[in-house]
């Protein structure tokens, strides 16, 4: 298992990296967010690594953060999620990003990623909601997140959201952003028109 490597940045392509540790150049791919991070040519760098046995030998991944590591490591363990796939998705996204599309259901944000097409989307959803709301990752804290099952009220906003034409995750969204920013938990009337207002109505 390598878990890291830190040596001079030797070379740099589109989809990978060459590091030089102890004589030796690594190469690895890495997503585009890294690729940027990592700066110029000669720099002494700190790569997270994750080391893939793939059908013709291993390969070596590369990430700037723990974050980006962490979260390839969840993708690749996903049915049909292979590295290359994860790699687009983090070139595509920030680790935030993301996370905040997969706590949010935001189909829309997930098919706009590189070969990311409405079902895989949706299966990312499903597999990763719960597993992405428990990661230490900074987004989720930033994210507001409502207690959808846990309050009457919450769920009732969204189901009268959603009769009124909203889809699902735009309705979560419009309700999420009204309890964040309400002093007190307000009751379903109020949600549901604070949300309508933001919104300007329909």
Known sequence: MIAFVEGELVDKQPDGITVSVGGIGLYMDVPLSSLQALGPPGSQVR????????EDGMQLYGFATVDEKRLFEVLITLPGIGPGVALN??????????????INEDVGKLVSLPKIGRKTAQRLIMELRDKLASMDTGAVEALPVAPTGESPAVDDAIMALVSLGYDHPEARRLVIRVMSESPEPPDAEDIIRSALQSRGGR
């Open 89 to 102: 998705i983090l070139s595509g996204a920030t680790v935030a990003e993301f996370t905040a599309a997969i």
């Open 47 to 54: 790569v997270e690594t994750v080391l893939h046995a793939r």
